[in-house]
């Protein structure tokens, strides 16, 4: 679809967003150390040697199950950034097995710099639209997607952590380093709170929602990453670029806040039992 040929959004005359961003050019570090407990078919383990998670065969590349999805939540157009030597991503989806239900294209991030550098590498594809942004190591709820997209604004979707440690394959421990989000009274994003103490985590009370990197950006977060300076992992990152454009452009993000799971792969043992909760769902990119 091209741009600007959304459906308009019910009362605003606005379009809806039909362009999305998925984020694959990490290294995949964590994917590629070694674990003996984890349980890999030969072509998952090259996968994972690669450091290819996105291409992670679960069946089908776990990308075909992010990508279908996104395409049930009514995106049309797929950008996926990545790095100057996956090439075999960009074979697979040009030549092996194209999608007919979202178009997809390329970005090229030359280094791995960060998810802010990320999403600047996707600047010409937005052409100044407003679109989503998504982990492809991660398998979203088509229900947060599609709100989203409806949306009308910038915004999140937050999880709620209890419900993505039962009903997802992240675990208690791993969930406790995610950040967290802190909200107002309107729904509207204050802070995004980086690997949270014990204090912050009790000052957030009973209920504690997830960032797990599902946004709706306008087009001002280029400007806002153009403008941040790397964090003290040496990255820059998404999460201060979203502070910037909040204090510095008076940006507004809502954060819709869902109890529903997030799958995760980020490590050989996410692969076994991401397997189990795939099972049953058909990938049709």
């Given at each position: 679809m091209s741009a600007g040929t959304g459906a308009l959004e019910s009362g605003t005359g606005a379009p809806v967003p039909d362009k999305?961003?998925?984020?694959?050019?990490?290294?995949?570090?964590?994917?590629q150390q070694p674990d003996a407990s984890a349980r890999l078919d030969r072509e998952q383990a090259s996968a994972a040697d690669a450091g290819m998670k996105?291409?992670?065969?679960?069946?089908?590349p776990f990308l075909d199950y992010v990508l279908s999805a996104l395409a049930d939540a009514g995106y049309r157009q797929a950008c996926l950034v990545i790095g100057p030597?996956?090439?075999?991503?960009?074979?697979?989806?040009?030549?092996?097995?194209?999608?007919?239900?979202?178009?997809?294209s390329f970005a090229i991030q030359e280094r791995?710099?960060?998810?802010?550098?990320?999403?600047?590498?996707?600047?010409?594809?937005v052409a100044g639209e407003r679109f989503l942004?998504?982990?492809?190591?991660n398998y979203y709820p088509v229900e947060a997607c599609r709100a989203l997209r409806t949306l009308g604004s910038a915004g999140l979707a937050a999880f709620a952590r209890d419900d993505l440690v039962r009903d997802g394959?992240?675990?208690?421990?791993?969930?406790?380093?995610?950040?967290?989000?802190?909200?107002d009274a309107a729904g509207d994003l204050l802070d995004i709170i980086e690997k949270p103490d014990?204090?912050?985590?009790?000052?957030?009370?009973?209920?504690?929602?997830?960032?797990?990197?599902?946004?709706?950006?306008?087009?001002?977060?280029?400007?806002?990453?153009?403008?941040?300076?790397p964090s003290p992992r040496g990255e820059l990152e998404v999460t201060d670029a979203v502070r910037y454009a909040i204090t510095s452009l008076?940006?507004?993000?809502?954060?819709?806040?869902?109890?529903?799971?997030?799958?995760?792969?980020?490590?050989?043992g996410d692969v076994a039992p991401v397997a189990v909760r795939l099972a049953g769902i058909e990938a049709r990119p």
């Open positions: 999305s961003v998925v984020l694959a050019r990490g290294l995949g570090v964590r994917m996105g291409m992670i065969p679960f069946g089908r030597e996956h090439e075999a991503i960009r074979e697979y989806y040009t030549r092996i097995r194209r999608p007919t239900r979202i178009e997809v791995a710099l960060g998810t802010a550098d990320a999403v600047a590498a996707a600047e010409r594809f942004v998504i982990n492809s190591d394959n992240i675990g208690a421990d791993r969930v406790r380093q995610f950040a967290v989000v802190r909200v014990e204090a912050a985590l009790a000052a957030l009370g009973p209920d504690v929602w997830i960032s797990m990197n599902c946004w709706t950006f306008t087009a001002s977060i280029f400007r806002a990453c153009a403008n941040i300076r008076g940006e507004r993000f809502r954060v819709l806040q869902f109890r529903l799971p997030v799958l995760d792969v980020s490590t050989r």
